[in-house]
């Protein structure tokens, strides 16, 4: 991206279009401070003419059989694919996402999954027959519910924003998509996708904007359906306006998940995995094992293995291949991760590494890791989004269980031993919607979501398709 973008238009009803508004979204690359370019933002009369497509659309793909649909779908994604590396490299200008993680995710999971909820939606009945209690039959029939809103949050935008897109079209709905105003630019190749791959129009329509417009997305009087991914505080206004409506939603929140290191786990040979469930994307990852729970016979050991892991994590800018911590999305952002470590400093807790801003340009934190600090800590409670770690020291695995669950999240989560049946047993007693042995590896086959503050609903896996249908009885 050596120019600027400046792109004018918006994806609605299958081309670009002028937005009502003059309003545009400027966007900057966090490794370098230098702008990248603007888009076009859409006004409360763009998205009711995204909506109004997307009602209209709906008519023609809710009536394809699920064959046609997924067809469409496997195109989508061989679209997709074409523009693998230039997703990627996208992504990772607007948000700071190393680029070997933007390949992996942002260029590689989208379309992974239109294949997979293509190959679900072909092999399942959309109507099945069983036998009443008094005599009769009943036919259960699945009917996809309309228009989808779809809300995507900067860190991952294309994974999430078709971690939801793949199921509900799948399903026969349509979708009107909001993405974040850091992360507009790779929506542009998004919508160049759905016309290469000859989607009819409607069915998939790209409204960039604030809050505002997000907010106008879920209280539309013609969306049947909300998915958001994003923080609780917001999650929390969307379940409010979604319960007054009695519109379904899910919500995909916020996380302080637990890394609970078992007395005999090998963390030292298993550096890369470490890193990848505790520091994955700069922090900037919901489901991260932020908080290190270490069994105090080998505290001070664990707490200089990860001392060690900060300091030769390589920080650069987010496209060179070698970098492992990138930027911050934002100046403001960064401002936020810095509060939450001297809030840490004047709480007591031991800083052992990190804690600075690198010299060089962007909005960088070096990765930080805090030793004792106690569970009811802020650096503990809430959750910071960058590159902080605070490790717990625990006397059993009774006491850890305990720490891993004393928390308003739930959402993800990590047990390391080398013993898998013991680490097994310990997962399943943690408070949590998804735990991980020995590594935290996502797989868009199991449903991923979370308990308490995390969120409602699920995602991925047949689940997510059975999440965007209506069930109706028809008594025979």
Same mark, same amino acid.
């Given at each position: 991206?050596?120019?600027?973008?400046?792109?004018?238009?918006?994806?609605?009803?299958?081309?670009?279009?002028?937005?009502?508004?003059?309003?545009?979204?400027?966007?900057?690359?966090?490794?370098?401070?230098?702008?990248?370019g603007s888009v076009s933002a859409a006004s409360t009369a763009d998205v009711d003419r995204a909506v109004a497509a997307a009602r209209k659309a709906f008519v023609e793909w809710s009536a394809k059989n699920a064959d046609e649909r997924a067809e469409l779908l496997n195109r989508l994604a061989d679209a997709?694919?074409?523009?693998?590396?230039?997703?990627?490299?996208?992504?990772?200008?607007?948000?700071?996402?190393?680029?070997?993680?933007?390949?992996?995710l942002e260029a590689g999971f989208p379309p992974l999954l239109l294949r997979y909820y293509a190959g679900l939606v072909s092999d399942q009945p959309s109507v099945t027959r069983r036998a009443g209690l008094f005599g009769g039959e009943i036919d259960v029939v699945r009917k996809p519910m309309g228009v989808v809103g779809v809300i995507?949050?900067?860190?991952?935008?294309?994974?999430?924003?078709?971690?939801?897109?793949?199921?509900?079209?799948?399903?026969?709905n349509t979708?009107?998509?909001?993405?974040?105003?850091?992360?507009?630019?790779?929506?542009?190749l998004l919508g160049e996708a759905i016309a290469e791959a000859e989607l009819p129009p409607g069915v998939i329509n790209i409204v960039p904007g604030d809050r505002a417009i997000g907010a106008h997305i879920v209280s539309h009087p013609g969306v049947d359906r909300v998915a958001f991914t994003g923080s609780t505080a917001t999650g929390r206004s969307i379940a409010e306006a979604c319960g007054k409506l009695l519109r379904p939603v899910s919500l995909g929140l916020g996380?302080?998940? =637990?890394? $609970?290191?078992? #007395? /005999?786990? +090998?963390? *030292?040979?298993?550096?890369?995995?470490?890193?990848?469930?505790? %520091?994955?994307?700069?922090?900037?990852?919901?489901?991260?094992?932020?908080?290190?729970?270490?069994?105090?016979?080998?505290?001070?050991?664990?707490?200089?293995?990860?001392?060690?892991?900060?300091?030769?994590?390589?920080?650069?800018?987010?496209?060179?291949?070698s970098t492992m911590i990138g930027p911050m999305v934002s100046a403001r952002h960064r401002e936020r991760v810095e509060?939450?470590?001297?809030?840490?400093?004047?709480?007591?807790?031991?800083?052992?590494?990190?804690?600075?801003?690198?010299?060089?340009?962007?909005?960088?934190?070096?990765?930080?890791?805090?030793?004792?600090?106690?569970?009811?800590?802020?650096?503990?409670?809430?959750?910071?989004?960058?590159?902080?770690? =605070?490790? $717990?020291?625990? #006397? /059993?695995? +009774?006491? *850890?269980?305990?720490?891993?669950?004393?928390?308003?999240?739930? %959402?993800?989560?990590?047990v390391w031993s080398q013993d898998r049946d013991r680490a097994r047993a310990v997962a399943q007693r943690v408070e949590t919607g998804t735990v991980g042995i020995n590594g935290y590896d996502l797989d868009p086959a199991a449903p991923f979501g979370g308990v308490k503050d995390s969120g409602i609903g699920r995602e991925w896996g047949p689940e997510a398709l059975d999440s965007y249908v209506e069930l109706q009885s028809i008594y025979l």
């Open positions: 991206m050596s120019t600027t973008i400046e792109h004018d238009g918006l994806f609605i009803d299958g081309s670009w279009v002028a937005s009502d508004g003059a309003q545009r979204i400027e966007v900057v690359n966090p490794s370098t401070e230098q702008r990248l997709l694919e074409k523009r693998g590396a230039e997703i990627a490299h996208t992504v990772s200008s607007q948000n700071g996402m190393p680029i070997v993680v933007s390949t992996g995507v949050p900067w860190n991952f935008p294309q994974t999430l924003a078709m971690t939801k897109i793949a199921p509900a079209l799948a399903a026969g979708a009107v998509v909001k993405p974040s105003p850091e992360t507009v630019l790779d929506a542009i996380g302080k998940s =637990a890394t $609970i290191v078992l #007395d /005999d786990a +090998d963390v *030292a040979g298993s550096m890369e995995e470490f890193f990848k469930a505790t %520091l994955l994307n700069n922090g900037q990852t919901c489901f991260l094992g932020t908080r290190v729970l270490a069994p105090r016979g080998r505290y001070g050991e664990i707490v200089d293995i990860l001392a060690g892991l900060a300091h030769v994590a390589t920080i650069g800018d987010a496209v060179d291949e509060g939450y470590i001297e809030r840490g400093k004047t709480e007591g807790c031991r800083l052992i590494a990190g804690g600075t801003r690198p010299d060089r340009e962007g909005w960088f934190v070096a990765p930080t890791i805090f030793a004792d600090v106690a569970n009811d800590s802020v650096i503990a409670r809430e959750e910071i989004f960058g590159p902080v770690l =605070a490790v $717990i020291a625990y #006397d /059993d695995v +009774d006491d *850890a269980v305990a720490i891993a669950n004393d928390s308003p999240y739930g %959402l993800g989560g990590t």
